[in-house]
């Protein structure tokens, strides 16, 4: 037969597509029989598949599928029209049969189309059980078969995930009631610096340190968040109108807007009540959040907030941040106040005490608080109560992130630039706070993020402040309790503060009247005093000089001839160290209770690195290091003190140090870490100082080891004799996935290197001829169940349980082999789930806490309890 002109051509395909929508399968027949293109575009329906998948035609899409190839993958399109035919199972089993499945993409409308399917669950296990590609960030509903998801529970979690957003409901957690204390202090805290109380950092009890060891402060946040909400507003219900009050999103300017005020409320006494009674509701999960802190140690007596939107005039040309305290005391006197008012058996409605101290409450960053603008004292008193809680509420949520990057909450699937805290209102009709992200200039190295900052809405416009960079203005024991931990370096022969180490920096006097942040530590003798009993201004000490206006074309021609290329330059890194090493001897550290680094997203391997060799020396104790045997590939956990002991003697094999009492004393098991810390510091001066470099260059050189940002390497380092930048970079899959375990996290770290020692178990023993390092059959770690005080979990692993562990945005399930109660358990991965969208990281946890499984954690020193294992992959 010939080939058909134009016109004839697209007559054909219309009778295909005529007869396809009608389902005439005898016809289709017909017309492919005589050349028509089931392929061709052409129609309403475009092609002869489209039509088919329109009307649902069974027998026609197999005549079709089976007569001609497909040219093309099937669309999206034409499998979300299929998904959403009644028999829609049939026509899919049918697709997934004929067609090739590289040609079929699972995408997330088509799993959404599957999912709204009254035969939900059968075309999800369906499409789940295909072997059709599907989208990256939808390969999690397929693993999660593999650790006890049914459909349905995959499905929920998908639909949730996209039509509850930005929300994610949570059931509330019943907790121990606990009490706030006004007076209380942690001992040895921050505020004892105007005391001259603190202590050199060599004669330091650990026992705080370890304690905090035995919480899990990803669990301590959950809870602090549940109980604060976001400006005391939850998700714990679907019913809205049971909410305490209503929170506004705009996406386009990542903004939101909280509003205690709700359409059903009664402008009555009576509904007044009502409505303060909501607000009290709000206020005592705030009491108990600031509780909760104050009993983990993550607080003493109050907590700080950031104020913006003031100016010091000559002093600082940038626009200030201001520390600002607010005591605890009082949430418990608003809260006492409110619970006076709506009493039932109260019978008059005063509300002077609730006005005062909500204006007190308020003070803190509003100034000029005004008189009512109202005629109803009891609505203004109803709306300043309200921004007082409100307040209260996200200032102590942010103060447990250090107020560095918008608020991470795991109810809530939007990242919020602005918070307009707006009262008791609806419109912008009263004044109202507004809680902000701001730039900050040289504490920014520090924070390596915005902070948030609250304002009263009269203050400088946010428009005016966005765009700058801020300087902070605080006391010294403000500063330290809102970014520390952190330490006082005081100058040995007069006892004079020189210099404020926090984050990986120093905090420095500029003989300007003005404070400076910076990473390189001067001569301790150069440096000017600081006053810490006075609050410190700490900038940037370079202004624009907005006269001067160079043209850029100009000073280029002057500059040619002293231009070069591009290259790389040698790390002061080195240099800095060896110079602060070296200036051991002339400065004391002085060392407070350190509680809990509230700086979110850094693992606890950069923080620890982040410290100056004088204070690196706390974390030797630590099981961080992990020994690679070169000759069977059997992994286990060691105290850093022995890597350093191991290490010493390629590092430095010229040193005359690596061969003394340092090596034995760092392989002595006996010796506990506040002696060894003693006996370091009680070198001599020449000794002390290498002590401290070789210590902090070892640590630093093996910080990229581990498991690398791709996750598809391990990297295993090699140092020998001098030769120190060296590594295997092991391959992440088959037998050794499981490395992924050893992910750097907020509560683990890993140095790993390459022993010539030959580890063995009862599984894996040595052949004799080993090879290079290639595969990393096993780990032998301790690991420890997370508690919740809510649930009572069994003493020890058992044998087929189910639990999982919790990275930076990964989530790894697990197994336990445990046949006899006397047998050391093995952990098998099940699957890893990485580089999770936050809301579906939460959504995963939360649904894990429903099942009440177990998050694990390796155990970080001898001091936390928790039971030997065995890590591997099983291999089938």
């Known amino acids: ?290 509780a909760l802190m104050q009993a983990k140690n993550l607080c003493c007596n109050s907590f700080t907030v950031l104020k913006s939107g003031f100016q010091v005039d000559g002093l600082s040309p940038s626009p200030l941040e201001e520390i600002i305290s607010i005591p605890l005391k009082l949430i418990l006197d608003l809260l006492e106040e409110l619970k006076k008012v709506i009493n039932p058996a109260s019978r008059n409605f005063e509300t002077d005490k609730i006005l005062s101290v909500s204006k007190k409450v308020l003070g803190y960053i509003w100034t000029n608080i005004p008189e009512n603008p109202s005629d109803s004292n009891a609505q203004w008193c109803l709306h300043l109560c309200a921004l007082s809680v409100q307040f209260l509420s996200l200032g102590c949520l942010s103060y447990s992130q250090a107020h560095i990057g918008p608020l991470r909450l795991f109810f809530l699937d939007f990242v919020a630039q602005k918070v307009r805290l707006m009262g008791f209102q609806r419109e912008q009709s009263q004044p109202f706070l507004v809680a902000e992200m701001m730039n900050l200039t040289c504490l920014s190295g520090m924070a390596r993020d915005q902070v948030l900052c609250f304002r009263a809405s009269e203050a400088i416009s946010g428009n005016q402040l966005l765009g700058s960079q801020h300087d902070i203005v605080g006391h010294v024991d403000d500063l330290l309790d809102t970014w520390g931990p952190g330490n006082l370096i005081v100058r040995k022969n007069d006892r004079s503060t020189v210099a404020i180490k926090i984050g990986d920096g120093f905090v420095l006097a500029s003989g300007s009247g003005k404070f400076h942040w910076t990473q390189q530590m001067p001569d301790i003798k150069k440096l000017d005093s600081i006053d810490i009993a006075k609050p410190l201004l700490i900038g940037s000490l370079v202004s624009i000089n907005a006269v001067c206006k160079p043209i850029e074309i100009e000073a280029r021609n002057i500059s040619a001839n002293f231009l070069e290329q591009l290259g790389t330059t040698p790390s002061y890194w080195e240099k800095s160290q060896r110079q602060l090493a ?175 020692d030959c580890f063995q178990t009862s599984d894996v023993r040595c052949k004799g001829t080993p090879l290079a390092c290639q595969n990393i059959h096993l780990l032998e770690t301790t690991v420890a169940r997370i508690r919740r005080e809510e649930i009572s979990y069994p003493s020890a692993l058992e044998h087929h349980e189910t639990c999982f562990f919790s990275k930076q945005d990964s989530m790894f399930w697990v197994k336990v082999l445990k046949e006899n109660m006397d047998q050391v358990a093995s952990l098998v991965p099940l699957i890893y789930l990485q580089k999770l969208r936050y809301s579906l990281l939460q959504r995963l946890i939360l649904s894990e806490r429903k099942r009440q499984r177990s998050r694990l954690r390796e155990t970080p020193t001898s001091f936390a309890q928790g039971e030997a294992v065995l890590v591997f992959s099983e291999q089938d």
Request: charged share 20%; with cysteine; glycine share 6%.
């Open 1 to 290: 037969m010939s080939t058909p002109r134009a016109g004839e051509q697209l007559l054909t395909i219309l009778q295909t597509t005529a007869a396809v929508i009608r389902g005439y399968s005898e016809i289709v027949k017909l017309l492919l029989k005589h050349g028509a293109d089931a392929n061709a575009q052409g129609g309403e329906y475009g092609t002869a598949i489209q039509a088919a998948a329109s009307g649902g035609h069974i027998e026609t899409m197999q005549v079709l599928l089976e007569r001609q190839e497909l040219e093309n993958s099937l669309t999206e399109e034409t499998l979300v029209t299929v998904l959403k035919q009644s028999n829609a199972f049939g026509l899919m089993s049918l697709i997934l049969r004929v067609i090739q499945a590289d040609k079929i993409k699972i995408t997330e409308e088509v799993l959404m189309a599957a999912a709204q399917n009254e035969h939900r669950i059968q075309l999800v296990a369906l499409l789940l059980d295909s072997s059709s590609a599907i989208s990256e960030h939808l390969t999690w509903a397929r693993e999660l078969s593999e650790v006890g998801y049914d459909c349905q529970d995959i499905i929920n979690i998908f639909l949730e995930d996209k039509e509850d957003s930005p929300w994610i409901y949570f059931q509330p957690t019943h907790l121990p009631h606990s009490e706030i204390q006004p007076d209380r202090h942690i001992p040895q805290c921050y505020h004892l610096l105007s005391a001259g109380e603190l202590r050199p950092m060599q004669n330091s009890d650990p026992n705080l340190k370890n304690n905090s060891m035995m919480h899990d402060h990803q669990e301590i946040l959950h809870q602090i968040q549940e109980h604060c909400g976001l400006a005391g507003i939850s998700p714990i219900t679907r019913t809205m109108t049971d909410w305490v009050g209503k929170i506004e999103f705009n996406a386009n300017d990542r903004a939101l807007s909280v509003s205690y005020a709700l359409p059903t409320d009664e402008q009555t006494i009576r509904g007044i009540g009502v409505t303060l009674s909501r607000i009290a509701q709000a206020l005592e999960g705030i009491y108990q959040a600031a």
């Open 582 to 756: 070296a200036q051991a001897g002339q400065y004391v550290v002085l060392q407070a209770a350190e509680t809990y680094n509230k700086h979110p997203g850094i693992p606890e391997k950069d923080r620890a690195l982040a410290y100056p060799p004088q204070e690196l020396i706390q974390f030797l104790d630590n099981y961080w290091g992990v020994q690679v045997s070169y000759c069977t590939g059997v992994a286990r956990r060691v105290r850093l003190r022995r890597l350093i002991a191991d290490l010493m003697p390629h590092f430095f094999p010229a040193s005359k140090h690596h061969s003394s009492d340092l090596e034995a004393k760092l392989r002595d098991e006996t010796l506990q870490i506040n002696g060894l810390i003693g006996w370091i510091n009680g070198l001599s001066p020449d000794v002390h100082t290498e002590t401290l470099y070789i210590i902090s260059r070892i640590l630093n050189t093996l910080r990229h080891t581990g498991l690398d940002p791709t996750d598809m390497n391990f990297c295993v380092a090699w140092p020998f004799q001098g030769s120190t930048t060296q590594c295997f970079k092991v391959p992440v899959e088959y037998e050794n996935v499981w490395v992924r375990f050893l992910a750097d996290s907020h509560d683990c770290a890993a140095f790993v290197y390459l022993t010539m």
